[in-house]
């Protein structure tokens, strides 16, 4: 069942029974994903309390995809006993190549456990963490589908300089990056093991890796990923 104030949202999953409210949702699911921007959690979070009270919120499965927002915070709305398990997935999701990071409350049991994993792994591999590697998870596994994409677009823009297409251009960074991914996951090799067997002293991969390196292109790829984590415990409540 969905619910969402922006009913143009019900269009792109005509499959679902669609709730009036909140309330209502609340009421007739087990489960409720907490599925909205994180200024707008406090607000759906009262409103589940107000429909339920403490004793009803006991009975349900509160499973947020909130960046930022702590299970210690969604407790504190929800009330101290109330089971949420706190959840970072990412956009491969969408073609079951995903990549989700899971967090327990204290009060989740091992079948509801068991549920949200079942339901996160469906559409890709999980991690379970302690929560408070959370922030920095999404660094690595959440927004960093980003970095390859532009990757993608930047070397799919050199392409085009020398002539190629610009979609047959994404399509082969596509397909080398599914290649290397492949390679990276099976091979037993470090990533830099790897480099080196594309790499010949004098070649044009050391050429391309001397720009990388004139460029600092690892001190960039750090400095991106601690950055996006500081913004994430900016956020997080």
């Known amino acids: 069942m969905l619910y969402d104030k922006l009913t143009l949202q019900y269009e792109k999953y005509p499959q679902l029974a669609v709730a009036s409210s909140v309330t209502e949702l609340v009421k007739k699911c087990d489960v ?3 599925s909205v921007k994180p200024d707008k959690v406090a607000e759906v979070l009262a409103e589940c309390h107000a429909a339920l009270g403490d004793n009803g919120i006991q009975t349900k499965l509160f499973i947020s995809i909130a960046a930022g927002i702590s ?9 101290e006993n109330a089971a949420v398990v706190r959840v970072m997935p990412n956009t491969p999701m969408l073609v079951g190549c995903g990549v989700c990071a899971l967090s327990r409350g204290k009060n989740v049991t091992d079948n509801q456990y068991c549920f949200a994993r079942t339901v996160f792994s469906s559409a890709g591999e999980i991690i379970e963490l302690d929560e408070d590697k959370m922030n920095a998870v999404i660094s690595l596994t959440s927004s960093s589908p980003a970095y390859l994409f532009e990757l993608a677009d930047a070397m799919s823009n050199a392409a085009v300089i020398q002539g190629f297409d610009k979609a047959e251009s994404v399509r082969l960074c596509a397909a080398v990056f599914a290649g290397a991914a492949k390679m990276l996951l099976e091979s037993g090799k470090t990533p830099a093991e790897l480099s080196r067997m594309v790499t010949s002293p004098g070649g044009t ?5 001397d720009v990388f390196e004139a460029s600092g292109f690892a001190s960039m790829i750090r400095d991106a990923m601690l950055a996006c984590t500081k913004r994430a415990q900016e956020l997080s409540k």
């Open 205 to 209: 991969t050391r050429a391309a890796l």
């Open 71 to 79: 299970i210690k915070y969604l407790t504190g709305i929800l009330g």
């Open 32 to 34: 409720i994903f907490i």
